[in-house]
Structures are given as structure tokens and as C-alpha cells.
């Protein structure tokens, strides 16, 4: 169970260091966007801020409980690391379309 959580804190550390290094890359945008049409344009912003944060505070909020109730099953961290794995490439992929949008 311990490892669960070894793997949660590791991609919530990760996740706050893509989200850091994005702001500062965006800094010159005060508002980035969160939603993307098909096409790919952007639909909707957010402060930088707030749009930086989401994913990660949406992994807490997924990852913790997620690995507190598969962490009982006696696999070890295997149950977590597809959905940390998701989270990252999510985040890596929505920071990639918020410059793109931006130009950056």
C-alpha cells in the first residue's frame, strides 16, 4: 500500500514540476486556455494560475482515493501507475496545446 502512494506522491510532485516550468514559460499570458475545439482552437481561458493547477489538483483528488482503495488489493502500485501515467501525458499534452494557442 505504501508503494500506492509512493507512485501518487511521485506524480503529483511531477505533475507540480511540469505546471511550474509551463508558468514560466507562459508568464506572458495572463489567461490560458482550458478547452480546445475540434479543430483545435481554444474555446474557453483561464488564469494562468488556476489553469495550471487544475490537473494536478485533479490527480490529488483521483490518485489518493484511487490508491487507497486498490492499495488494499495486495498488487502493489500496479493498479495506480496506468492512471498516473494518464495524468502526466494529459498534462504534458494540454501545456503543449496552451503554447501552441499562445504561440509560445
Request: charged fraction near 10%.
Amino acid at each position: 500500500m505504501l508503494q500506492s502512494y509512493a507512485v501518487v506522491l511521485a506524480t503529483l510532485a511531477l505533475l507540480a514540476f511540469i505546471s511550474l516550468l509551463a508558468g514560466q514559460r507562459l508568464r506572458a499570458a495572463p489567461r490560458v486556455p482550458m478547452h480546445f475545439r475540434l479543430d483545435g482552437t481554444p474555446g474557453w481561458t483561464a488564469p494562468r494560475a488556476l489553469g495550471l493547477a487544475f490537473t494536478p489538483i485533479l490527480a490529488a483528488f483521483v490518485l489518493l482515493p484511487a490508491a487507497a482503495l486498490l492499495g488494499n488489493l495486495g498488487l502493489g502500485p500496479l493498479p495506480v501507475l496506468p492512471l498516473s501515467f494518464s495524468f502526466i501525458a494529459v498534462h504534458l499534452l494540454h501545456v503543449r496545446m496552451m503554447a501552441k494557442a499562445l504561440k509560445l
